[in-house]
């Protein structure tokens, strides 16, 4: 039964918040301020999930999706705000988590980067029954491709795999590459583009998702660092070597260390002039250098967590970058270096993945004195 209520600010994760019978509800499909009628479709107990099935009385910036599955599959949040406010309601969750989780009165704006449609250069589908399908918001079941495909990946229609139960796209630099269960129909290799440099990476490894991600974060942490020749620079969770490869490029002695093995190889091959060590960061804390000049750090989604935050800072660089896809994670990050004596200077948030609640950040920290 759907019920009649008016949404309250954006929260984390693609959601607007209503109190629906003195209960905070987290619903998807709405924009602030909007009177509504919600479906709550999950109990839980501290709160409960709802989805918009009406609008009673829109947003001014509220637009008609185009795509047909835009909010049901597990893709796209914002397709329903134009692009303006789809920035905004970012702008406010960077803020509101950098202002709880860490004290910081942030005051930055996200910046736009171009396309916001068919933008996506890796996709993975399942497929049944021969077409490929993305999986449904906060679920296991499949939503059909619509027949004009998806508005976010630069391939936006894949076409038919019959027989097929996996199905992943890659478009990179090099070109188009498809990996059907598993078995890359091509080059197992592609090259990528940022800063100047060609990186080989891995067609199911990691790499940045939209097509100027790489490039925008390259000059963000350059800018952050501003390395000067000579310097001693680590990379943290350097996949194939990004930004080791502008700092060797700056002249920086390097040290890269990542997890993903076969990464490791690649980095080293993209960036001779760099050491990398393949290990997990939290495991190769009592290995790191006794002192380093700056330090990017580009952990996954969960952070890199207290004991890192303290080995970072127990090198004492005057500089670090922290690039987060996470701002939540960021913010508790922040807060363990700022106990560690460093001071956050600059925030900057990127739009690298429009239409989505996702969202890029680059942090600035300096040392707040100089190290005995
Ligand atoms: C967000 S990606 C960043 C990669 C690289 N900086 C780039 O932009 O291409 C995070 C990387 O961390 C690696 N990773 C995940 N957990 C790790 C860990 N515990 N220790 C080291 N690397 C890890 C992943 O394999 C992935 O390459």
Same mark, same amino acid.
């Given at each position: 039964?759907s019920v ?11 959601v607007?918040v ?6 905070v ?15 709550v479709?999950?109990r ?13 009385d ?7 999706p185009p795509?047909?599955?835009a ?24 803020e509101?988590?950098?202002r709880?989780?860490?004290?910081i009165d942030w ?9 916001r ?9 399942r ?7 993305l999986?449904?918001k906060?679920?296991?079941?499949l #939503?059909? &491709?619509?027949? !004009?495909?998806?508005?976010? %990946?630069?391939?936006?229609? @894949? +076409?038919?795999?019959p027989? $097929? ?12 590459v498809?990996?059907v ?10 090259t990528?583009?940022?800063?100047g440099?060609?990186y080989?990476?891995a067609?199911?490894?990691f ?9 925008v974060?390259?000059d963000?942490v350059?800018r ?5 020749a000579g ?7 350097c996949g ?9 490029g700056?002249g920086?002695?390097?040290?890269? #260390?990542? &997890?993903?093995? !076969?990464?490791?190889a690649y %980095?080293?091959?993209n960036v @001779? +002039?760099a050491r990398?060590q $393949?290990?997990s ?7 790191l ?6 330090v990017?750090?580009d ?16 090198m004492g660089?005057?500089?670090i970058?922290y690039?987060?896809c996470?701002?939540a994670?960021?913010a508790r990050?922040l807060?363990?270096f700022v106990?560690a ?6 925030v ?9 609640y996702?969202i890029e950040c ?9 190290l005995?």
């Open positions: 039964m009649e209520t008016v949404l309250g600010d954006v929260a984390h994760g693609g607007v209503a109190r629906i019978d003195g209960k509800t987290f619903v998807t499909g709405g924009l602030p301020g909007e009177r509504v009628l919600v479906d479709r999950e839980g107990t501290r709160f409960d999930r709802g989805v918009v099935t009406e609008v009673l829109p947003h001014p910036q509220r637009v008609v795509c047909p599955v909010g049901v599959c597990g893709g796209c949040d914002w397709q329903h705000a134009d692009a303006d406010l789809q920035r905004e309601l970012k702008r406010r969750v960077v509101e988590q950098l709880r989780l860490a004290g005051e930055g704006e996200v910046v736009e980067v171009l396309p449609w068919n933008w996506r250069t890796r996709m993975r589908y497929v049944a029954n021969g077409r490929p399908g999986r449904a906060r679920s296991h079941d #939503v059909p &491709l619509p027949d !004009e495909g998806c508005r976010i %990946a630069v391939t936006q229609d @894949p +076409g038919e795999r027989g $097929a139960g996996e199905l992943q796209v890659v478009d990179a630099h090099s070109g188009h498809e990996i269960d598993g078995r890359v129909a091509g080059e197992p290799v592609v990528e583009r940022a800063g440099r060609d080989r990476v067609a199911e490894g790499w940045q998702v939209h097509p100027h991600a790489a490039d974060l390259v963000a350059l952050s660092l501003e390395p000067r310097e001693r620079a680590v990379d943290l969770y194939v070597g990004l930004f080791a490869g502008a700092l060797d700056r920086c002695d390097v040290l890269g #260390v990542e &997890l993903n093995k !076969e990464a490791v %980095a080293r091959r @001779p +002039g990398f $393949a290990a960061v939290d495991r190769f804390l009592g290995r250098p006794k002192r380093a000049d700056l990017v750090l952990p996954p989604r969960k952070g890199a967590g207290r004991a890192v935050v303290g080995a970072v800072a127990a660089p005057r500089a970058s690039v987060a996470d701002p994670a960021l990050d807060a363990f106990a004596g460093y001071e956050v200077t600059r900057e948030a990127y739009d690298l993945f429009p239409q989505t996702h680059v942090a600035t920290l300096t040392r707040n004195s100089p005995h």
